[in-house]
């Protein structure tokens, strides 16, 4: 299986683990259903193109690493109809990604009456803020590609992950 190097804030964010949530949250309410099929090709798709979601974190203290996996998509993007939604988001959302046995991303799709509420939990690890934004941005262009025909094929270009990426537009005198 591919390996990808872990990066410092990865280590980081595992040892504060023990102090606060590494998990990131994703609650979005549509006035709609969505088509749950094209949804989870979208998850796959991304996951495809952002590789790093799909792996699981290989802890050791001089050489820790993330290791892809094989997935399941119908372990990862899950379906239930319930008559109350926000009760069973909270529980999903209030959940933990065992990050060294599991894919980095979950999502949960909650129907009731004739609407949708799109969950995701992510390992903080792996996605910040400003990451989550580009990540929805990239599976709303695919799920919208896939319902109207398309094959799902968004480029996406995976950024360098590691601190040098902080600095780089920054002079040495900064």
């Known amino acids: 299986m591919k390996q990808y190097k872990a990066e410092m804030w990865d280590k980081m964010q595992k040892i504060m683990e023990r102090y606060n949530d590494h998990m990131t949250h ?3 309410e549509f006035d709609t259903m969505l088509d749950f099929d094209t ?4 998850f796959a798709n991304a996951m495809e193109k952002a590789p790093i979601l799909k792996s699981r974190y290989k802890e050791n203290f001089f050489r820790a690493c993330w290791e892809e996996m094989n997935i399941d998509i119908n372990k990862i993007v899950k379906f239930t109809e319930t008559d109350d939604p926000k009760t069973v988001s909270e529980k999903f959302l209030c959940g933990k990604i065992d990050e060294k046995n599991e894919p ?3 999502a949960l799709l909650v129907r009731s ?5 799109l969950n995701i939990l992510k390992n903080h690890m792996v996605m910040d ?3 989550i ?3 929805l941005d990239f599976l709303s262009e695919i799920y919208s590609d896939l319902s109207f025909g398309g094959n799902g094929d968004i480029p996406f270009e995976n950024g360098c992950r590691g601190e040098e ?3 780089h537009d920054f002079s040495n005198e900064e």
């Not at 949804?39 to 979208?42: D, G, I, P, Q, V």
């Not at 009456?113 to 509420?117: Q, S």
């Open 26 to 28: 994703t609650y979005l």
């Open 39 to 42: 949804l989870k090709r979208a």
């Open 113 to 117: 009456h004739g609407k949708d509420t």
């Open 165 to 167: 990426q902080i600095y």
């Open 129 to 131: 803020g400003g990451s």
């Open 104 to 106: 980095q991303i979950k």
């Open 133 to 135: 934004k580009l990540f």
